[in-house]
């Protein structure tokens, strides 16, 4: 009984340990509770994508999507929450799902609480991928 607890443990411990994020994995983050905000999508994942790529070679090359390889209804846009962060912990994660109606509904999730700007800025890859609150100078309009 011992060696089957100490085999179990061990097994345990490993998994843990093969864990880069220090434990917490993206089914740990994308929980009711880690929730900050949710909002539904005109576009698509084809017309999220590009405004991703958009945002990307404008603003933050931090930015990812990524579809779920399970369900390609599914996908995320990710952002770390301060520059050059890593984990899961530090991350602002945008999960989508396409809806039957080609619309797409997006959930904020983050392990500690951002603030309602980040919120808003993650919203803002999809709707408005030029703005860049990384680099206000760019969000100034041109005088003509």
């Given at each position: 009984m011992k060696r089957i607890?100490?085999?179990?443990?061990?097994?345990l411990l490993a998994g843990c340990a093969a864990n880069p994020e220090g434990g917490i994995?993206?089914?740990?983050?994308?929980?009711?509770?880690?929730?900050?905000?949710?909002?539904d999508f005109t576009q698509d994942l084809v017309q999220i994508q590009r405004a991703?790529?958009?945002?990307?070679?404008?603003c933050n090359p931090e930015v990812k999507f990524s579809v779920d390889p399970m369900n390609p209804n599914f996908?995320?846009?990710?952002?770390?929450?301060?520059?050059?962060?890593?984990?899961?912990v530090n991350t602002l994660v945008l999960?989508?799902?396409?809806?039957?109606?080609?619309?797409?509904?997006?959930?904020?999730?983050?392990?500690y609480g951002p603030t309602k700007a980040q919120v808003s800025d993650m919203y803002a890859i999809v709707q408005r991928p030029e703005y860049c609150p990384e680099k206000p100078e760019l969000n100034t309009p041109k005088e003509g």
């Open positions: 607890f100490a085999v179990a443990m061990a097994v994995g993206l089914a740990l983050l994308e929980q009711p509770s880690n929730l900050r905000g949710d909002r991703v790529f958009k945002h990307q070679a404008v996908a995320r846009v990710t952002q770390p929450v301060t520059p050059g962060a890593t984990g899961w999960h989508l799902v396409l809806t039957k109606d080609l619309t797409t509904q997006g959930r904020v999730y983050s392990y």
